[in-house]
């Protein structure tokens, strides 16, 4: 029992990721249940297979949802932290429990294109909180995330290429025109996700260049206890040494940092990007 307890706390799982992500998986579950299959449209990926079983014979969707991402899982199980793992199949367990509820309120909009985007919307918010909480729930979550330590594609961008290879079988089961509507909302999903999590929860890589770069180190370190490298550079032109100070800091701490930095020296040459991926520390999220 020990070795259990021991072996959990090394994963160093927090209840706010498991809260997180169970409330992802609920967002995603209710748009599947409320707006997707009422409106008869399809899904991508491991959902998009569950749709279409439902469609042509009426499978229930808790039940082939578990077993295609339970395949999955033992696909993709080395291929992920052992983290990323046990919170997928967290996910995973409240989908199943979540997709059994029973509809109790039918909803069709006479434009089908309200739920296609409505739809859009919040599976990308709920997709991209599962992310920012370092789950997945399968499916073309894998593989997104598989393109993107590939490839460098986004997440939202590589599950999106899956999932229209999925999207193809559709169009003999609910026809042309909501076929199409299922591009939109996947797009429209895609889109969602990657802003979500670029917003939410993101980094910002800030870069200084000034002669009074331990002046500021020194400030920088007092007041916002922010960690920072000193690298050491030579200016082209002027064949002079020049030291600079390198930053990785959330978008609210960079509006702290500026000000401290302009006070110290208001010539300092302040570059601000945005991150894309940083691992190490406490940073082992990848977008």
């Not at 200084?208 to 920072?228: F, G, H, N």
Request: charged share 15%; proline share 3%; net charge positive.
């Amino acid at each position: 029992m020990n070795s259990i307890v021991n072996y959990w706390r090394e994963l160093n799982i927090k209840s706010s990721e498991l809260l997180g992500v169970a409330v992802g998986v609920f967002i995603y579950s209710m748009t599947y249940n409320y707006l997707l299959l009422p409106s008869h449209l399809g899904e991508g990926g491991a959902m998009g297979i569950t749709a279409l079983l439902y469609y042509a014979f009426g499978v229930p969707s808790y039940l082939s949802n578990l077993i295609i991402n339970t395949i999955l899982i033992a696909i993709g199980y080395k291929l992920f932290e052992k983290k990323t793992t046990y919170l997928t199949i967290w996910a995973i367990a409240w989908m199943t429990v979540f997709l059994k509820i029973p509809v109790i309120y039918h909803y069709h909009p006479q434009e089908i294109i309200v739920p296609t985007l409505l739809a859009g919307a919040l599976t990308g918010i709920s997709i991209g909180l599962i992310f920012r909480y370092n789950g997945t729930i399968a499916g073309d979550t894998i593989v997104g995330k598989l393109l993107n330590y590939i490839f460098g594609l986004s997440i939202g961008t590589g599950s999106l290429l899956f999932d229209l290879i999925i999207v193809v079988p559709f169009v003999m089961l609910i026809g042309f025109t909501n076929t199409i509507l299922t591009v939109i909302y996947l797009y429209v999903y895609s889109i969602f996700t990657n802003q979500f999590l670029a917003n939410i929860g993101a980094k910002k890589a800030v870069l200084v260049v000034s002669p009074k770069y331990r002046e500021i180190a020194v400030t920088i370190s007092q007041e916002l206890d922010q960690e920072m490298t000193i690298f050491n550079g030579t200016g082209y032109y002027s064949d002079a040494d020049q030291h600079m100070l390198y930053m990785i800091a959330s978008p609210r701490r960079v509006m702290k940092l500026v000000p401290i930095i302009e006070k110290e020296d208001k010539n300092a040459l302040i570059v601000i990007d945005n991150i894309r991926s940083a691992r190490g520390l406490d940073m082992r999220r990848i977008l």
